[in-house]
């Protein structure tokens, strides 16, 4: 009887290949997968040559490695520094604007919004929690309620006929607007900023997971927003609005925020 062992990275290559469609193995170019498993010795050391040419990865990419060890090697710190990209720093931005430490980040993209919770052990929102979140078990209109939309309880454009927003060509500081908590205490889920969810973007929710778990598509590129911004209108302030927004898209009216799991 001939007896061998098989390496550890060919017996996780093939149960991943069991589960995810379109799984390739042997594959040394990241290019247009979500998710990158190094099997080999390669990038395990500061200085070692790393097993895939990095800037052939996109940002979103999910990096793992075949490792006994809770060290970060210096495969992951490349893939970590690839995917942490900078927020673009237009004069209506948040990011690095000295007196903005405490207004919602912006001009982020979905892919670059992913990485950040990635990095810091959250995520984004599947849009059936950001829902809950923002219209609370009675199903309310808006989050603070029935009443209209205005100033006092979030930061949309003052009036429906005006390009004036409540707070200037910009977002304003989180939670100045207390009125406008949600039923669960949640500040700004409408106005101020739009925001990504997890979710790939659908016409209608027939067929959506039932669960609450978020609706992705592999290679979808056109996810959603929710949530009013400082420029939305007041129609737009409802719960129930939602965007189709390329996964490409940083701008000063769409940011995120993140969860945890309890």
């Given amino acids: 009887i001939m007896m061998c062992e ?3 990275n060919v017996i996780l290559a093939g149960e991943f290949a069991g589960i995810f469609d379109g799984f390739s193995i042997g594959s040394n170019d990241p290019a247009g997968f979500d998710m990158v498993v190094n099997g080999t010795p390669m990038g395990m050391n500061e200085g070692d040559p790393l097993p895939v040419d990095m800037s052939r990865m996109a940002a979103s990419t999910f990096v793992g490695e075949v490792v006994m060890k809770s060290d970060i090697t210096a495969f992951l710190a490349a893939a970590r520094a690839r995917g942490c990209t900078k927020p673009a720093t237009h004069e209506f931005c948040t990011w690095e604007q000295k007196g903005k ?4 980040i912006n001009c982020v993209d979905w892919h670059q919004a992913r990485a950040y919770c990635a990095a810091s052990g959250k995520r984004l ?3 059936a929690e950001w829902e809950l979140a923002a219209r609370g078990p009675m199903s309310a209109v808006y989050p603070w309620g029935g009443s209209r939309a205005s100033c006092n309880v979030a930061v949309t454009l003052a009036r429906e006929t005006t390009s004036r927003s409540c707070s200037g060509p910009r977002p304003a500081r989180v939670g100045t607007h207390p009125a406008g908590v949600s039923p669960y205490g949640v500040h700004d889920m409408s106005g101020n900023v739009e925001e990504w969810v997890q979710d790939c973007w659908h016409d209608s929710y027939q067929r959506a997971p039932g669960d609450g778990s978020a609706w992705v598509n592999p290679g ?3 996810g959603v927003t929710r949530g009013a911004s400082w420029a939305s209108s007041l129609n737009e302030a409802r719960v129930s609005f ?11 009216r769409i940011g995120f925020r993140v969860v945890r799991a309890l």
């Fill in 6 to 8: 098989i390496p550890s």
């Fill in 242 to 252: 939602r965007a189709a927004t390329l996964m490409k898209t940083h701008n000063a």
């Fill in 125 to 127: 929102p599947t849009e």
């Fill in 101 to 104: 430490e405490r207004h919602p």
């Fill in 220 to 222: 979808c590129k056109m």
